[in-house]
Structures are given as structure tokens and as C-alpha cells.
């Protein structure tokens, strides 16, 4: 038989048993937002370590990431557009960026970059990029071969191929270093136990 006495006691109840659930639901709603935010996050491009450039997927549980240590020559030849980024200069900052997310410490990969064939008008001075592609695009491969520059990475071009594509040494970014040839770079970074990678 149900009593007064019961029906006290369960309504006394029936505020905590409220309390808990809408406690139980706030908790859910912050997990699944937390988990809604992670999501959002792994579908972002990050930039760790050159801005604006080369942008990367975190990705865990992966293997094979950069290795601290590792010393790589990228040998860039790579066409581009007037008006847009050279893809293999790209993949320069890409790495840089893989190594940060890695956790490698700045410093600890070594990279350097030597530019030859279609690459060089990607390498050259607004005036002359002006001139070689006969169009009013801003050369954005100033900014990102400054970045590459600004983060710690030695950029080298063929001497011969400005030569041989009749541009003038001065017509070259400040921040890219002349050297005697592309081959020669190559070859002595290979002597030297580096791995030479080629983007395309």
C-alpha cells in the first residue's frame, strides 16, 4: 500500500534524479563538442613551421615520420604559372612542416634547396618575372622562397641555367645564393651522404 509517507519520499527524490541527469547530459554535450573540436582540427591544414606554406594534416598514429638527423637536398626544376606558387618549392616547406608536427625540433633535419631548369623564373626579381611571363602577376614564389630562407634554409641556383636562360644574376631573389652549377651541389651534398629528393 502506498502511503503518504512514500509519496513524500519519491517527490523528495524526483529533483536529485533531475540534477543528475541534466548533469549527465552536460557532460555528454562537452565531450561530444571536445570531440567535435578534435575533428575539426585533424581536418585543418597546419603550419608549424613555415606560415602560410606547405601546409600539413596531423595524423596520429603514423609511421615513418621525418627523423631527426635526416639531411636532405631537394633539386627543384618544377614549372609554374605566372601567378602561382611552383609546387616544388611547395613541397619544401611541406616537409618542414611534417618534421614540426613530427616534433623534430627546428634545427634538427637539415635542408637545402638548388634551383635549375623551368624553376629559375619562379626564382626571379618581380621586374623580370614581369618581363620573362609577359603578364602583371605578382611572383608569389618571392615570399615563399623568403620563407624557406627565414627558416633556416640554404636556397642555391644553377648559375648556368640563369645563364643559359639569359637572365642576369641580378635578376635573382636576395635571398638565393648562386652556385657554380646545380650539379655541382648535388653531387657534393651526395658525397656527403644526403638524400636528394626531386618534386615534381
Not at 623534430?104 to 614581369?130: C, D, F, R, W
Not at 636576395?174 to 653531387?187: E, G, L, Q
Request: one cysteine or more; aromatic letters at 4%.
Amino acid at each position: 500500500m502506498i502511503t503518504r509517507r512514500h509519496l513524500m519520499a519519491a517527490s523528495a527524490t524526483l529533483p536529485l534524479l533531475a540534477e543528475a541527469q541534466a548533469a549527465e547530459i552536460a557532460a555528454n554535450a562537452e565531450i561530444a563538442a571536445n570531440a567535435e573540436i578534435a575533428a575539426n582540427a585533424a581536418d585543418e591544414l597546419q603550419f608549424p613551421r613555415v606560415a602560410g606554406y606547405g601546409g600539413v594534416f596531423p595524423i596520429d598514429g603514423i609511421a615513418e615520420p621525418p627523423l631527426p638527423g635526416t639531411k636532405v637536398l631537394f633539386d627543384v626544376t618544377t614549372e609554374a604559372k605566372p601567378g602561382e606558387l611552383n609546387k616544388g618549392l611547395e613541397v619544401v616547406a611541406r616537409f618542414l612542416n611534417l618534421a614540426a608536427l613530427a616534433g623534430v625540433p627546428n634545427g634538427a633535419v637539415t635542408v637545402e634547396v638548388v634551383i635549375h631548369g623551368a624553376t629559375v623564373i619562379s626564382s626571379l626579381k618581380q621586374a623580370a618575372y614581369a618581363a620573362k611571363t609577359g603578364s602583371d602577376a605578382v611572383n608569389p614564389n618571392e615570399k615563399l622562397i623568403a620563407a624557406l630562407a627565414a627558416a633556416g634554409v640554404p636556397v642555391w641556383i644553377c648559375s648556368q641555367a640563369v645563364r643559359r636562360q639569359k637572365f642576369a644574376l641580378n635578376d635573382i631573389q636576395p635571398t638565393i645564393r648562386p652556385a657554380t652549377s646545380a650539379m655541382a651541389v648535388s653531387i657534393s651534398r651526395q658525397q656527403a651522404g644526403w638524400a636528394v629528393l626531386l618534386p615534381h
